[in-house]
């Protein structure tokens, strides 16, 4: 109702079609009623702060993420699965389904389609049941696209570009493009036309809030014409310095963060565990160098080495005993064996090691491996058999250097490994229905890292490795929009880089420019996520500690990130590098690496 001496007041209606007036403008009992609209929606949906949805708009989510300060404007239509940052615009009747990531301050212009799936056209059925199929789109930081504008699946627009009105967008479009056409085309570099008009818009910014307006036209072409493939859609190399600019002057409050007083904690509120204190040991040595302030380095290797029981040479949890072995002197996959991974490590980033040899691993006999590895659930837990591998060879390289491991069991592991790997895939375990790849390929990344990469060694099947590792990071239940966790990523990105170092990785290697698309994608969705004096969460799904920022999630990511920089060639643009549990080169370099 509107108020005897003031101006009339803008009806929902209006607000459907001007939403960035929504937030100065409503009354009391206009933003009562947007809060019923947003309860309605329904799905799996997470809205900012003023944000604005209109009554009109047909928004039907599996998962929606609204970023603070934005908004879905009148008579638009949304499906399937949309992440937006914040300050991101859907204009008038826009088309976004499928699965849609969109940066910060996207603007979509009105009647323009982002089409973040398809369906297959094989001639042995009628269209109309052809299979659905989703690569997603992914959509930087401050992109400007245009009306009547259509952008397919699988396309990734980098940050900064502007999309002429009316263009088809096919392929991927670098950062800072200014594209237009059908299929678009990069005209020029918007960096090269400091102080030239932005296409018109028509549209006024209202109080210092972008209208939304679209580019009507791409016009002025001038400067250097750059090819779209001169350089991919990922981060520019101002953008990942930034980050581990960002990253490296930040890094003291995480931890910080972490510290209850006596112990690390993962995040706050949790309780101290090992894993906790070993990454934060591997942070501060990968940004600044040094052991973490809350501990003397004496302090913090009394405390690492303190951890080993003497006895088995396990590491158990706080509070926790030694677990038994069996018969065989077998002990199974779980926190103390895994300890002996992030605290030899820790250790080795402090100048040191365990005090003690592991003497499960120490005592067992060729014939017993090659027994416990035939025993291992290939079939149905693959991520399991190649987590025990990864441990049982780990702690083979640390009794090494107590000069107590056995050169002719290390060889007996490689021998079975190298006839037992699959040719059609290079990897080890059976694909499922239920779960796809997954366990198969992120047992692929335990077992080798602990071998193949560990020890020095080439992988078996590289190529056939690469092909199954691709086809997995399509699996859009564990790479669909914000479904990414950084066990999953990892598990991609270290196969993928491990292998093209056997088959080279230059633009002409092995599927290079899929390998590139991928590891582009994956960087320009990472690092905004970066929370400030928190870190990196996790991510999503039932293994990890989930999504809150924590130690685990940033000494994961930020070694996830230094591997998809290098699988891009530009990882020195980040100025650190992983040299503990994540490094890339070989950890073993003695003179009794089996061979």
Known sequence: MDHPGLPPQPSLRHFDHCPWLYADQATEEQRAMQRDVLRAIGGDTEIGERCYVAESAAVFPDRLRLGDDSYIAAHAYVTGELSTGPHCTLNPFTTVRGDVVLGEGVRIGAHTSLLGFNHTMSPDRPVHQQPLT??????????WIGSHVVVVDGVTIGDHCVIGAGAVVTKNLPAWSVAAGNPARVLRDRRGDAGAATPASGVRPE????????PATVSGVGGS???AGTRGPGPSPLALARFAETARAQVAEVLDRCWDGERYVDRPGVAPTVRAHCDAVEIADL??????EQLSAGEHVERLRGLQDPKSGLVP??????PTADDDGFIGEGAALYH???VGYALDLLGTALPHPVAAVRDMTARQLLVRLDSLPWDTGAWGAGAWIDSWSTAAHWNLRHGQGGDATLESLFGWLLTRADPWTGMWGTPSAQVGRLQVVNGYYRLTRGSFAQFGLPVPYPERVVDAVLDHARDARYFGSGRENACNVLDVAHPLWLSTRQLGHGTDGYRSGEIRDWAERQLAAVLPRWRPGQGFGFGPGTAGPGPEPGLQGTEMWLAIIWYLAD???RSDELGYHPHGIHRP????????TPT
Do not use: K, M, N, Y
Request: with cysteine; aromatic share 2%.
């Open 134 to 143: 989703s690569r997603g789109i992914r959509i930087g930081d401050d992109v």
């Open 207 to 214: 109080a210092g809030r972008a209208s939304g307006g679209d």
């Open 225 to 227: 014409e750059r090819g």
């Open 287 to 292: 940004l600044l160098g040094r052991v973490p």
């Open 317 to 322: 949890e706080f509070g926790e005993t030694v």
């Open 340 to 342: 002996v991974l992030c």
């Open 567 to 569: 699988l891009l060639g």
């Open 585 to 592: 080169e070989p950890a073993h370099q003695g003179t009794r």
